[in-house]
Every structure is written in structure tokens, then in C-alpha cells.
């Protein structure tokens, strides 16, 4: 049964939901770069990360493989939250008098409230199948620690997390939800580990930031037997999980008979956005569609950063990757949008927008929030501060379609509700925002 274009929610029964991800390695305009070893600079081996991640992982990282079946236990877990709906956001349209059709992807059904647990549960699943005992990764706002303390959970595993430190003071609800699901979580810097403890004594009141706390994280997990770690974007197999968002999402199209003409998504290291749009690569270049990623001014990787190879964190103990990189030293301003101070990008969506075939654009902070105000204001659902940013571009291009009198199809990425980020809106509706 076809269904009634004006549909508001478009939904797949458990049986729809995807069996294989999609891998976009084989796809690529061209090779990607290698990774390469932190110290000799060599490209990396399997062997050289099996300290930190499973090896059913690091196949994956490696694999140019275009489908990954996703093993049962991992879609029993997804079946608690997926598929989630596409919805219409139709009031927004008639609030923004648009010709355009505006479709979301929901990503902020799960229960931690974001795209991440996606990749968390999978990563979680493959860690337990090797003997693994406990999961070590950083977090910055709280959504990626929770993601993984929820998926640690589910498959018996402990979690350790270390939160940049500003966010375990400013945000204490996203760690009361990692320690509900039974993590540990410390403020990074932290005392636990070599380096925590040198940026501790130079600088005592170092405010942590990604980069130190991933370097907490690995040396964790490389000092410990049982315990191995989790990375919750950039890399190859992080960006894989999440394409179940892009396989339902061009499923759920179909079924109300439209293709998009535009899709748009937030990038921090670019998992959620790649996740919808990668399924939509191959066809983007034949159909015109228009692939925008966005990132905020105040953390302009994908348009302000060098395109060349930089380490995933500060200590300088990751693998180099190629990327448009700020520096692994650079520290982004204090912006509400937590998930987007990064100061690097997945290496494939880097290729993809080297190559123009995906566009990258900034917005500055107090606009998202206008853009996130007004979808609340319409639609109900509170977002994110991050999927603001995908918002705001929304409303514009919608705003360009109104004034071109274009009846375009706007597919976005909601990527995470903001319930757990309400003191961002307060700052921002009583005007204490700033841009810097
Ligand atoms: C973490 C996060 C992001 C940014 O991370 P990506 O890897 O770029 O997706 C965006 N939105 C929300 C809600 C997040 O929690």
C-alpha cells in the first residue's frame, strides 16, 4: 500500500531494519590516505592496535568489504530504539511558508538520546565476544560516555569514563545518567593516568578538553589487560555503524515516493552525518543532490582547518590520520554544542568534501539556537545544541527555496534531543549567550 504523501511520521516494522551496514571505503573518489603509526610514522598494522581495540574491530577499520552484516545480537539491542521514525516536519515548513518538504531522521529516540549509542552497542558487542572486561573512552558533553556506559551495560562490560573536566562541573545530569547505567566517571584531567597527572602539575586547573581525555582513555586500556578502548567517531568502522540511519532513512523515503534534493547534518568528527548521508553518496553526483555538512564557527574544522595528517588526540598517541585538522593541540572556545570541539574530522567525509562532493559550511552560536528555538517552537521536540547547527541550515536553504519558489526535499539528521542541555537554552533565552 503506497502511503499518503502528507504522512507526519514514517515508520519501518523491526523486520525492515537493516541486516548489513555500508561501508563507503570501496566507493571513494580515490584511495584513503593510510593510517600511520604515532611513532614510526610506518602506515599502521592490525597488530599495532590490538592493545586498544578487539580485533573483529580493527578488521573492520581496515575492510574494504561495501556490506557488513550486522550480527543478530546487536540488531536485538537496536530493536529497543530502531528503526527509528522519518518525520515530516510540516509545521515548520508552514511556519517558514516554504514550498520545501522537510524530512528528519529521529535519531534522539534512543535511550541515551543521540545517533550514538548506534555504534556503542556494536563496538560494546564486539569487545564482549572477545573477553574483553572493560571499556575505557572519553566524553566531552556526557552524550558519547553515556552511549557507551548504557551499550557496557547491555553486554556486561564495565565502563571507565573520563569527561573533559569544565563538563563534569557544568553538566552533572549526563554523569548521574552514565553512573544510572553503572560507569565510573572521572574529570579529565584526572590522576589516574601519566599524562592526567604532567597537565595536572603544570597547569592545576587545566579545564580538560577531548584530546586530553581520549590520551587518558588509551593509556588506561593499554596499561590494563582486561580492559580495551572506544572511540565514539572519526574512524572507519564508527562511521559504518551509524549508516543504519541512511539505510532507513532511503527506505522510508521510498515508501512516500520522494528522493532528496538536499541533506544536511551536523559534523563534530562527522559520525551522525555520515552515518544518513553515505548511503546517499553514489547516486548524490547523478541526482544533484546536495550534501551540506555543518560545524560551528568557533570549531571550523572541515572549512578552516589544513587538510593534511594529525593525531585523534593531544598526547600524540593515536595513529596520524590524514584530515582537515585544526591542530591536535588546538582547544575550541567553550560552545554549548560539546559534541562539535573537534579538532579533526573522519578521514573518508575529509576525502568526500576534498573532492566537492560533499559541501562543508560554519555557523556561529546564537543563530543555532534561534533555528533550534523556533524548531521546538513548531515541531515540540527539543534538539540538541549540535543538531542546532544542522537546523539552522535547514531553515536557510528552506527560506532560499521559499524565495526561489523551488518545491526542494530537505532531508536532516535530527541527531540528539537537548533535554539534558536546557541551562545551554536558558543562556541562550535570557540573552547570556555570546559569539565570539
Ligand atoms: C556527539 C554528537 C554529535 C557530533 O558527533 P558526530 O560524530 O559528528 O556525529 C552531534 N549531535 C549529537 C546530539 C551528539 O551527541
Not at 590490538?50 to 561495501?66: D, G, V
Not at 515530516?88 to 549509542?117: D, N, Q, V
Not at 562511521?239 to 521510498?254: C, D, F, R, S, Y
Not at 585544526?326 to 572556545?333: A, E, N
Request: aromatic letters at 8%; hydrophobic letters at 35%.
Amino acid at each position: 500500500m503506497k502511503h499518503e504523501k502528507n504522512e507526519k511520521k514514517i515508520t519501518l516494522d523491526e523486520n525492515e531494519m537493516p541486516r548489513e551496514w555500508y561501508n563507503i571505503i570501496p566507493d571513494l573518489p580515490e584511495p584513503l590516505p593510510v593510517p600511520l603509526h604515532p611513532v614510526t610514522e610506518e602506515p599502521v598494522k592490525p597488530e599495532d592496535l590490538e592493545p586498544i581495540f578487539p580485533k573483529a574491530l580493527i578488521k573492520q577499520e581496515m575492510s574494504s568489504e561495501r556490506w557488513i552484516k550486522i550480527p543478530e545480537e546487536v540488531r536485538d539491542v537496536y530493536r529497543i530504539w530502531r528503526p527509528t521514525p522519518l518525520i515530516r516536519a510540516e509545521r515548520l515548513e508552514k511556519a517558514l511558508k516554504t514550498p520545501a518538504r522537510i524530512y528528519f531522521k529521529y535519531e534522539g529516540a534512543s535511550p541515551p538520546g543521540s545517533h550514538k549509542p548506534n555504534t556503542a552497542v556494536a563496538q560494546a558487542y564486539y569487545n564482549a565476544e572477545e573477553g574483553v572486561e572493560r571499556l575505557t573512552t572519553e566524553t566531552g558533553a556526557g552524550q558519547w560516555g553515556s552511549a557507551l556506559c548504557f551499550a557496557c551495560r547491555l553486554f556486561d562490560l564495565r565502563c571507565m569514563v573520563y569527561m573533559v573536566k569544565v563538563s563534569y562541573m557544568q553538566k552533572p545530569y549526563r554523569r548521574v545518567l552514565m553512573e544510572t547505567w553503572g560507569g565510573e566517571v572521572v574529570p579529565s584531567p584526572s590522576e589516574r593516568t601519566e599524562v592526567g597527572r604532567k597537565i595536572l602539575s603544570e597547569d592545576p586547573n587545566n579545564p580538560g578538553s577531548l584530546g586530553i581525555a581520549i590520551s587518558e582513555a588509551i593509556e588506561d586500556a593499554v596499561k590494563h589487560e582486561d580492559t580495551k578502548y572506544s572511540l565514539g567517531s572519526v574512524l572507519n568502522h564508527v562511521l559504518m555503524h551509524q549508516t543504519v540511519i541512511g539505510l532507513e532513512a532511503k527506505k522510508q523515503l521510498e515508501i512516500v515516493d520522494e528522493k532528496p534534493d538536499v541533506i544536511v547534518g551536523c559534523v563534530g568528527g562527522g559520525s551522525n552525518f555520515s552515518g544518513l548521508c553515505y548511503p546517499f553518496v553514489r547516486e548524490a553526483e547523478k541526482e544533484g543532490i546536495e550534501i551540506i555538512a555543518v560545524e560551528p564557527k568557533a570549531c571550523p574544522t572541515l572549512t578552516g582547518g589544513e587538510y593534511r595528517y594529525d593525531y585523534g588526540d593531544t598526547a600524540g598517541l593515536t595513529p596520524l590520520l590524514k584530515m582537515f585538522t585544526l591542530g591536535h593541540t588546538f582547544i575550541p572556545p567553550p560552545i554549548h554544542a560539546g559534541g562539535l570541539r573537534y579538532h579533526g574530522d573522519a578521514p573518508t567525509l575529509c576525502l568526500l568534501v576534498k573532492h566537492g562532493i560533499i559541501k562543508a559550511t560554519a555557523v556561529s552560536q546564537i543563530p543555532t539556537f534561534e533555528a533550534g528555538v523556533m524548531f521546538a517552537r513548531s515541531e515540540g521536540i527539543v534538539p540538541a545544541p549540535e543538531t542546532n547547527h544542522a537546523i539552522r541550515v535547514v531553515i536557510d536553504k528552506a527560506i532560499e527555496a521559499r524565495e526561489k519558489g523551488e518545491e526542494k526535499v530537505i532531508l536532516f539528521n535530527f541527531s540528539g534531543h537537548g533535554l539534558l542541555d536546557l541551562q545551554a537554552y536558558d543562556d541562550y533565552l535570557h540573552k547570556k549567550l555570546k559569539d565570539t
